[in-house]
């Protein structure tokens, strides 16, 4: 898409469908106890897995299935000179939520929110957050900046988590085990404000927590009242891992990426879980 307006608009109206999803309770989507979940991991602007994605799902044929993507931009280019092309996934990804929106369904990213507080990062030699409104401007020229609005708007109208009745929690990760005993579980019942999504808030801490130890994920499933946890953030070369019996962590983002396929309607373990893990590379 090259039009800056029809983007900026499927992005702003994709915004006001995140707010408005019938499953959303204050920043937590609540999934019932029937239909198919579709979980993926972090996507990164991988076109051809987010192209699979859409079919497997085929979601025009299958109303009672859900699908979940979480931190869709920042591709990782092959060189410093090369253009990051997320934004075009993300401007489907939009599209696809304004096509059913009580299908699809995304999450805060560490990345997506470090793209709406202008928060370096920095990958291969590049500021990726940067590097992306570069690409922007450069697609849409002169209108660039109105895609960059809806941009930000899209991101800041991100839920932080969902759960299932079968007592999964999905999200892009989890706090990191020192930031958990102050961890403010509430910001899941409000929609974040500034301090909640700026350093140290309770929402950053929830995106970008990492090597998350066994006593930490115990205390999670207390305070969280679920059993399983289902999260990207952390790099799986091999598509995924599972931590602690507790802990499913998936990646979507490369050749040997994954998504997991599971049933809203019967309890589910690590290991029940882990089973239903499909490849993208086994889709046609």
Known sequence: MNDPFKAADILHEAAELNLSDPLRDGSLLVFPN???????????????NFEKLQRYCDL????????????????????????????????????????????????????????????????????????????????????????????????????????TANRVFLSHSLPAPREVPAFDASVLSR????????????????????????????????????????CGHQPQEMGYDIWHDRLIILASDHNHGVFLPFDLAKPQTTDSLSKHIRPFAGIE
């Open 60 to 163: 025009e044929r299958f109303s009672p299935r859900h699908v979940v993507l979480h931190e869709i931009i920042h591709q990782e280019v092959a060189g410093l000179d090369d253009s990051d092309q997320s934004f075009r996934i993300l401007i489907q990804a939009a599209a696809w939520k304004c096509a059913f929106p009580d299908q699809v369904h995304f999450l805060q990213s560490n990345h997506e929110l470090a793209q709406l507080t202008r928060h370096e990062i920095t990958k291969a030699g590049r500021v990726v957050t940067v590097a992306f409104e570069q690409a922007v401007c450069e697609a849409f020229g002169s209108g660039g900046q109105d895609v960059l609005i809806g941009v930000n708007a899209y991101i800041k109208s991100l839920p932080l988590a969902a759960r």
């Open 191 to 230: 929609i974040p404000t500034e301090a909640d999504l700026g350093d140290r808030g309770a929402a950053h801490t929830l995106v970008w927590g990492r090597y998350h130890t066994e006593p930490a994920l115990a205390a999670l499933a207390d305070m969280l009242d679920v059993d399983v946890f289902i």
């Open 34 to 48: 029937y239909g198919q979940l579709v979980m993926t991991g972090d996507l990164h602007g991988h076109a051809r």
